[in-house]
C-alpha cells in the first residue's frame, strides 16, 4: 500500500477504540493516552469526534463507549456469511453435548467469536459474539494456529503477550509449536483449564468444501463434569458430525 493510501487519523481514531475492553469501559483521556501510546491531543480529539458522532458518552471526565459502535461490528456480522450459516449447526451442537458451544476466527494473535450457544455460563466472563480472547491458549486458537505454517505461527507468537493465566498455561513457545504438531496431527485440540481453572474445551477445524479451514468450533465445559482426559471420547464424535456438515454448506 502506498503512503498516500493511508489514512493516519482513521488508525489512530481506530487504535482508541480498540483500548476499551470489558475491564475498562470508562477512560479518561490520559488513561487512553497511556494505554494507545498516542499524544494526548490526538486522543482527546479522536474521544471528542467519537462523543459527537454517538459512538462515546463524555461526562467531562470519563468517555465510554455507547451501544451505537455495535454498528461497526454488526457491519462485519453482515457481509459474512460465516455466523449466520454456523449458528444452527452450533445450536443443534450444543444441545446434543449439553454443554457450551462456539464458533470464532483468528484476528491476529487473538480469537473472536463469532457464534455462541449457551447453555450454561462456564467462564467467569461473559463470551459473546465479538468477545476475544489470547490464540496461544484457546483450544480454538489452537486449531487455527494448527492450520497455519509454522512460520506463520511462530511470528503471531513472537507478537503474543505469553502471559499465563493459570498454573497450567503453556508459554513455552517451542512446547506450544509442539502444541501445534500434534494438533494438526490429531486433528483437534484440548485445553485443561489453560483459560481459567475449572474450565476444560475441546475444538476442531472448519474447513470449507475446498479444504481451507475458515473458522473453528468447540465446547467447553467444567473440568469437574468433564475433565480434558475425557472430553475427546465424550464430545469429538459430536464435533466431528458438525464439522462434516459444515463443510457441505461452507464455499
Given at each position: 500500500m502506498r503512503e498516500?493510501?493511508?489514512?493516519?487519523?482513521?488508525a489512530r481514531g481506530l487504535k482508541v477504540i480498540e483500548a476499551f475492553e470489558e475491564t475498562r469501559q470508562r477512560l479518561s483521556i490520559a488513561e487512553a493516552a497511556k494505554l494507545t501510546g498516542l499524544e494526548r491531543a490526538t486522543v482527546r480529539r479522536s474521544l471528542l469526534t467519537l462523543a459527537a458522532l454517538g459512538?462515546?458518552?463524555?461526562?467531562?471526565?470519563?468517555?465510554?463507549?455507547?451501544?451505537k459502535i455495535l454498528r461497526l461490528g454488526h457491519a462485519y456480522l453482515s457481509a459474512t456469511p460465516l455466523p449466520v450459516l454456523i449458528q444452527p449447526h452450533l445450536d443443534q451442537l450444543s444441545e446434543k453435548a449439553g454443554q457450551?458451544?462456539?464458533?470464532?476466527?483468528?484476528?491476529?494473535?487473538?480469537?473472536?467469536?463469532?457464534?455462541?450457544?449457551?447453555?450454561?455460563?462456564?467462564?467467569?466472563?461473559?463470551?459473546?459474539?465479538?468477545?476475544r480472547l489470547p490464540a496461544f491458549c484457546a483450544s480454538m486458537g489452537?486449531?487455527?494456529?494448527?492450520a497455519l505454517t509454522e512460520t506463520e505461527a511462530r511470528?503471531?507468537?513472537?507478537?503474543?503477550d505469553l502471559k499465563?493465566?493459570?498454573?497450567?498455561?503453556?508459554?513455552?513457545v517451542e512446547e506450544l509449536i509442539s502444541e501445534f504438531r500434534r494438533v494438526r496431527e490429531q486433528g483437534y485440540a484440548v485445553i485443561d483449564q489453560e483459560l481459567?481453572?475449572?474450565?476444560?474445551?475441546?475444538?476442531v477445524p472448519v474447513e470449507n468444501d475446498r479444504g481451507q479451514t475458515v473458522a473453528a468450533i468447540n465446547i467447553g465445559a467444567p473440568?469437574?463434569?468433564?475433565?480434558?482426559?475425557?472430553?475427546?471420547?465424550?464430545?469429538?464424535?459430536?464435533?466431528k458430525e458438525t464439522q462434516k456438515a459444515l463443510r457441505l454448506v461452507l464455499r
Open positions: 498516500t493510501d493511508f489514512v493516519s487519523g482513521f459512538y462515546a458518552d463524555y461526562d467531562g471526565k470519563f468517555f465510554a463507549l455507547t451501544p457450551s458451544a462456539s464458533a470464532s476466527v483468528l484476528d491476529g494473535t487473538e480469537i473472536v467469536y463469532i457464534a455462541r450457544a449457551s447453555q450454561r455460563r462456564v467462564m467467569s466472563i461473559n463470551l459473546t459474539p465479538g468477545s489452537r486449531v487455527l494456529l494448527a511470528s503471531i507468537l513472537a507478537r503474543t499465563p493465566n493459570t498454573p497450567n498455561t503453556k508459554t513455552d481459567e481453572i475449572g474450565l476444560c474445551s475441546i475444538a473440568a469437574a463434569h468433564a475433565p480434558a482426559a475425557d472430553m475427546p471420547a465424550r464430545y469429538l464424535p459430536l464435533l
